[in-house]
């Protein structure tokens, strides 16, 4: 079964508004989980490793105060679209990494796609 | 530039043939390997991977693939489809000395009857 959630599976906002998105990791405390972002028929980008207790790490190109990224415990991390913008609409895909030596197994939640009008 | 390259977007096979997805990858050193399925509705999910000793490595639901060094390869194989093998299959890597998955473009699989 599903180790990875997201919350809401999908949203559709109005310009300018903000919106929070859930990740939640049911079966593991993960210290770090990613957030991707994934345009139509294109590959996943790594937008920012989220670290439970600390700043998140943004990839480069990527607004750190556009996507608010909150790690406050060890199987939620959230990400926040602030004053969103139609070409912000996007599928936004977040995982959890297992292993100390990032063995790379990552476990995907199933995604939640923005929609901003 | 160093990335992942699958040059196949789309492939549509005949179910119960057998399937060959391409992966390339143009790092310095071997990164780590991985082939990962994405369905509809559910998260990306890990096929198999690769991090050294035997080249041909086993997956789940019947894949497998093969890396090859000097072809910089890292193929998806499996030798009879199901229609329910139809989804997104994505190569990615892990760049030695780097803690994040880089992901090629991806090749969506279509299985006709």
Redesign the interface.
């Given at each position: 079964g599903?180790v990875?959630s997201q919350h809401p599976s999908w949203v559709i906002c109005k310009s300018g508004t903000s919106v929070k998105i859930e990740c939640r990791s049911l079966d593991f405390q993960a210290t770090t989980m990613?957030w991707y972002r994934q345009f139509p028929k294109?590959?996943?980008?790594?937008m920012a490793?989220s670290n439970e207790g600390s700043k998140a790490t943004y990839e480069q190109g990527v607004e750190k105060d556009k996507f608010l990224i909150n790690h406050a415990s060890l199987t939620l991390s959230t990400l926040t679209v602030t004053s969103a913008h139609p070409e912000d609409s996007s599928f936004y895909?977040c995982?959890e990494a297992r292993g100390a030596d990032?063995?790379?197994?990552?476990?995907?939640?199933?995604?939640t796609r923005l929609l901003v009008l | 530039a160093q990335s992942v390259t699958q040059p196949d977007i789309h492939i549509t096979v005949s179910e119960g043939a057998s399937l060959e997805l391409r992966c390339n990858y143009s790092y310095g050193a071997t990164p780590y390997l991985f082939w990962y399925v994405q369905s509809p509705g559910q998260g990306l999910q890990l096929l198999l991977k690769y991090f050294s000793g035997d080249t041909l490595v086993q997956g789940i639901k019947g894949f497998e693939a093969e890396f090859k060094r000097s072809q910089s390869s890292f193929n998806l194989r499996k030798p009879s489809v199901h229609w329910s093998d139809a989804a997104e299959y994505f190569c990615a890597v892990v760049p030695t000395g780097f803690q994040k998955l880089v992901f090629g473009t991806g090749t969506r699989l279509l299985v006709s009857p």
């Open positions: 599903a990875v990613f294109q590959s996943l980008m790594l490793t895909i995982s990032f063995s790379g197994t990552q476990y995907f939640g199933p995604g | -």
